[in-house]
């Protein structure tokens, strides 16, 4: 996993693999994709300031390791044994544990936040999720969530586009799941292009998310002005606002543990 220190004496850490289940930092072609988790982070890094915050399915880990910028403390926890050992390298920061989402190896009542960007659509029992998430939140602990928009992300359809998806939510149903395990929901907002991804969005045939969807499913090279393109995107390209919520890419909610 670690390979040789570079010139100033930082090992050098692989990449995880890109296999379309999690977003990694570092790859053109995927930037996009990795901005767009991206901005819900920067947009919420404030809610876990000086906290005890708990990443439930943290992934590459780059998510968690801004937290750990501000926060008291970071654990991420994550069923994948490679994406595990990758943060604990890569990632010192903050502390890794191996476990199922399900049965959190967390104890009750013992985080100020709990953290689960684009990760509650991959979980086959929701409910069980979010139940665990309140056991390990303190009274008054709030709960970051995110996750694609169903009606946006796979259109008129009963099942998911992305093969990785158990079940996608629109608002609607996102509030109901919070609401049914004991959550007040304080916000429900979502994630918009701005002017430049709108503009992008014209440029690329009236939708730059499909033009990089056709190339990456034909398998073929990419066009250098696409990848530019993917390339500069940045989080500030993206809008977080609470109108619109239906016609937004992704959801962002704050949950509350009465």
């Known amino acids: ?32 994709w990795f901005r767009r988790h991206e901005i819900v982070y920067a947009r919420l890094l404030d809610r876990c300031a000086g906290k005890t915050v708990l990443e439930a399915g943290s992934g590459e880990g780059y998510g968690a390791d ?11 926890v994550d069923y994948d044994a490679s994406a595990v050992a990758h943060v604990r390298a890569r990632y010192p920061r903050v502390e890794m544990i191996q476990g199922n989402l399900a049965e959190l190896p967390i104890e009750d009542a013992s985080v100020d936040v709990v953290v689960n960007f684009q990760v509650i659509e991959h979980l086959w029992d929701q409910g069980q999720f979010l139940r665990e998430c309140l056991r390990v939140l303190r009274p008054g602990g709030e709960l970051l969530i995110s996750t694609p928009n169903r009606i946006t992300f796979s259109p008129g359809r009963d099942t998911p586009l992305n093969p990785f998806h158990t079940r996608e939510l629109n608002a609607a149903e996102l509030t109901e799941l919070l ?29 730059f998310i499909d033009a990089q969807i056709e190339r990456a499913l034909a398998g073929e090279a990419w066009p250098a002005e696409l990848t530019a393109d993917v390339a500069a995107v940045g989080i500030d390209d993206f809008a977080l606002r609470p109108e619109d919520i239906d016609a937004s890419l992704d959801l962002v909610a704050i949950a509350v543990k009465p």
């Open 1 to 32: 996993m670690t390979a040789p220190a570079d010139a100033s004496g930082t090992p050098s850490i692989d990449p995880l693999p890109l296999t379309g289940e999690r977003t990694v930092p570092g790859i053109a072609e995927e930037n996009y």
């Open 179 to 207: 609401v049914e395990a004991g959550f007040t929901v304080s916000l429900m907002t979502g994630v918009h292009h701005g002017p430049t991804l709108k503009a992008l969005d014209a440029k690329h045939g009236g939708s």
């Open 66 to 76: 801004m937290i750990a910028g501000v926060a008291h403390r970071v654990t991420g």
